[in-house]
C-alpha cells in the first residue's frame, strides 16, 4: 500500500486470439489513489458465429510510476461462447387445438440458423392425443425466439394430465444447448355429474296423482 499515487502504463498483445477478430487492442494508464490497492483494466471481446478452441492474450505493465514491477505480464483467455439453441417445457390445455412450446438462441446470430424437432415419447399417445409432428425451426438472421407447435386431438374422455417429449436435433450454423423438452397436455373434460331423483310411493296408485 503507497501513501502516494502510483501509475502504470499497460497494453494488450496478441497470443492466440487477435485483435480486430477476437477483441479490441487497449492500452492506457491505471492510476492508483494513496492507499488504493485494486484497479481493473477492461479488454471488450469481439463475438462471432464461429464455434472455436479458448483463445488467450497477454496484457503488458510499463513504465511504473512510484512502484517496481513484480509481475509485468497477465495472461487473458477468452472463453469460447458459441450460439446455442434450446428448447423449452410448455403446457396446453386438450381443447386449445395445439400445444406451444418455445425454442430459443442464447443470442442472435449473423447467419440464418435452423434445428429439426421431432415428438420422441411422453405419457400422450400419437394420433389419439396428439398429431404425430417434426418439422424444421428456422430462425431468420438476429432472431433469438421460434415456436414449435404439436396438433392436440380433443376428446370426451376423462383421461388425467399427459405429456408429450420433443427432442431437438441435426442443427445448422449452431450448436444444441437443451436438446430435450417435456409438453403437458392439460385434461380439460369437465367431470359427469350424478344426479338422485326422489321416488314417491303411492299405497292406492288409482288415487294417486303425479
Known amino acids: 500500500m503507497s501513501t502516494v499515487r502510483v ?5 494488450t498483445q496478441d497470443g492466440t486470439a487477435k485483435a480486430g477478430a477476437d477483441y479490441t487492442r487497449t492500452m492506457g494508464t491505471l492510476v492508483f489513489a494513496p492507499r488504493e490497492t485494486m484497479r481493473h483494466i477492461w479488454v471488450p471481446v ?3 458465429d464461429v464455434v472455436e478452441e479458448d483463445e488467450g492474450l497477454v496484457v503488458r ?7 517496481m514491477l513484480l509481475d509485468a505480464e497477465g495472461d487473458v483467455t477468452i472463453k ?3 450460439i446455442a439453441v434450446s428448447i423449452y417445457d410448455g403446457t396446453g390445455a386438450e381443447s386449445s387445438e395445439e400445444l406451444v412450446m418455445a425454442v430459443r438462441l442464447n ?3 449473423t447467419k440464418v440458423v435452423s434445428v429439426q424437432f421431432a415428438v420422441t415419447g411422453g405419457t400422450a399417445t400419437s394420433d389419439v392425443d396428439y ?8 430462425f ?3 432472431s433469438t425466439e421460434a415456436q414449435v407447435r404439436i396438433p392436440l386431438i380433443d376428446d370426451d374422455l376423462q383421461e ?4 408429450i417429449e420433443v427432442t431437438l436435433s441435426n442443427p445448422t450454423n449452431t450448436q444444441i444447448g437443451q436438446a430435450i423438452a417435456t409438453g403437458t397436455i392439460v385434461d380439460d373434460n369437465t367431470a359427469p355429474g350424478v344426479q338422485v331423483r326422489a321416488i314417491l310411493g303411492c299405497r292406492r296408485p288409482r288415487r294417486c296423482l303425479w
Do not use: I, N
Not at 61 to 67: I, R, W
Open 7 to 11: 501509475g502504470v502504463a499497460y497494453a
Open 46 to 48: 469481439a463475438r462471432d
Open 61 to 67: 505493465l510499463s513504465a511504473p510510476e512510484h512502484a
Open 80 to 82: 469460447d461462447d458459441p
Open 107 to 109: 443470442y442472435g446470430s
Open 131 to 138: 398429431e404425430s409432428t417434426q418439422g424444421l425451426v428456422v
Open 140 to 142: 431468420e438472421t438476429g
Open 160 to 163: 388425467g394430465d399427459e405429456t
